[in-house]
């Protein structure tokens, strides 16, 4: 299973946003079983966080519900094990607290994370593969 970062997410989510195609495309994959991939706790985490701070708490629960409902997707809890690994992220690299979380857990899967962040965020980091969502969605 790859780790699917919030930046894909989002993009999905969003219409407007010039990368929403890309992410539409492999959401498309995930319904028709062609794709499978696993969500950090911390992403939910990290919507709940921006949603609030948006003031759109009242779409969140429909938000959550439908990244529930997709099929494919498996959730994965935040462990002691990838905390620790995030900190360590955090003071060697200099990553963001979210980036390191999600560079955490996908090292603690299998190292592969999908995600529209290039060199600034996971790129750099030995055993992290990150998977171009625009590769993944022309891929069969």
Not at 96 to 102: T, V
Not at 120 to 131: K, N
């Amino acid at each position: 299973m790859v780790l699917i970062e919030n930046d894909v997410i989002f993009a999905y989510m969003n219409e407007n946003d010039e990368k929403h195609r890309i992410a539409e495309k492999i959401f498309h994959k995930l319904q028709e079983g062609r794709l499978k991939l696993d969500i950090s706790g911390v992403t939910l985490l990290e919507i709940e966080l921006i949603y609030k701070s948006q003031k759109l708490e009242d779409r969140l629960l429909e938000v959550i519900s439908a990244l529930l409902s997709l099929p494919n997707v498996g959730f994965i809890p935040i462990t002691p094990e990838i905390v620790i690994t995030s900190v360590k992220l955090r003071q060697e690299l200099g990553l963001s607290f979210f980036d390191s979380h999600y560079a955490a857990t996908a090292l603690y899967l299998d190292g592969k994370i999908i995600s529209f962040r290039a060199r600034r965020a996971y790129d750099s980091i030995p055993r992290l593969e990150r998977i171009d969502p625009v590769d993944e969605s022309e891929s069969d």
